[in-house]
């Protein structure tokens, strides 16, 4: 059911085939989306509903080849962010932590599907869950960098245009619009802290900006030390807002990826709307420049 939502747009956040509220909130935004009762549970209408794609295999096995284990790699990445200003990206630590992202789950899921014993080197033969995408022809217009980006996070370059982004505070979930009103697609998402609320009403998408730059201000973070520094830190999908940073009209505030997938809808962000590095840049493929974004309690 995770691979099959995740397929068809409504995320259920990190793959790993057990229930709790990302699945419980995706399948919701499912049955949003096909006007049946939002029950949250895949009860017989729902299941009625997904059996046109249930002939997807949850997982498939794979050989893995030199290119998809390919760097650049940084491990430790250290905490202090003047230190991270130093490094030449913010890559991943490893091909496992790669992986785990391309097929959008964890580390952990994956040596669960496999074993601690399998080796991640050309040749070698991996279980991963089932998320490849339909189509790989991304717009050529594109910057290089980022239709790489897109392939190594498995995105289909088939995705519905966004007439309306509405982010949901309670529910924890972004919900794209198309212009009938309809809802085609939905995201978990961490929205802002005590200290730093989602700023509520209504905004829209300045740009994006793919594989950015972060620029730290300790000014605009509540819990920056003392004697932190501005720094410019570099690009990659482990940096502070991940692979994608989406401008919102409100200065300071975007829509963006995130290091830490495990921890979207449960952990706290400085008020901006963070997601799975692989939903940001789906999103991003499904908006534009004025695109109208509300925030809503």
């Not at 009625?48 to 050989?63: M, N, R």
């Not at 190594?152 to 949901?168: F, M, R, S, Y």
């Not at 212009?179 to 300045?206: C, M, R, Y």
Request: hydrophobic residues 35%.
């Amino acid at each position: 059911m995770q691979v099959v939502l995740d397929r068809l747009g409504f995320s259920p956040g990190v793959i790993d085939g057990r229930p709790g509220m990302s699945l419980t909130a995706a399948i919701k935004g499912f049955q949003q989306s096909r006007d049946l009762p939002e029950t949250g549970k895949p009860d017989a209408a729902t299941m009625q509903a997904l059996a046109p794609y249930w002939g997807t295999e949850a997982t498939k096995v794979l050989t893995l080849n030199a290119r998809v284990l390919a760097g650049p790699y940084v491990n430790p990445i250290p905490k202090d962010e003047d230190q991270q200003a130093r490094l030449p990206g913010l890559y991943y630590r490893s091909p496992l932590e790669k992986l785990a992202e391309m097929f959008h789950t964890t580390p952990q899921v994956l040596v669960a599907l496999n074993s601690p014993q399998t080796w991640l080197r050309p040749g070698s033969k991996v279980e991963f869950p089932n998320v490849l995408p339909s189509s790989r022809a991304y717009d050529s217009k594109l910057r290089d960098d980022w239709r790489a980006t897109l392939n190594g996070l498995n995105v289909d370059a088939v995705q519905p245009q966004a007439a309306k982004i509405v982010v949901d505070k309670s529910d924890k979930v972004l919900r794209v619009y198309d212009d009938g009103g309809k809802l085609v697609a939905q995201f978990g998402v961490t929205t802002g802290s005590e200290h730093d609320p989602l700023p509520l009403g209504n905004w829209k998408i300045n740009g994006a900006d793919y594989n950015p730059k972060f620029h730290f201000n300790p000014d605009l973070f509540w819990d920056a030390k003392k004697d932190d520094e501005k720094a410019m830190l570099p690009p990659g999908p482990n940096g502070p807002v991940g692979v994608v940073w989406l401008d919102l009209s409100k200065p300071h505030y975007g829509i963006h990826g995130t290091p830490n997938p495990e921890l979207i809808g449960r952990s706290e962000s400085h008020g901006c709307v963070r997601l799975t590095n692989w939903n940001a840049a789906r999103l991003a493929m499904m908006v534009k420049p004025g695109t109208p974004v509300v925030f809503q309690a």
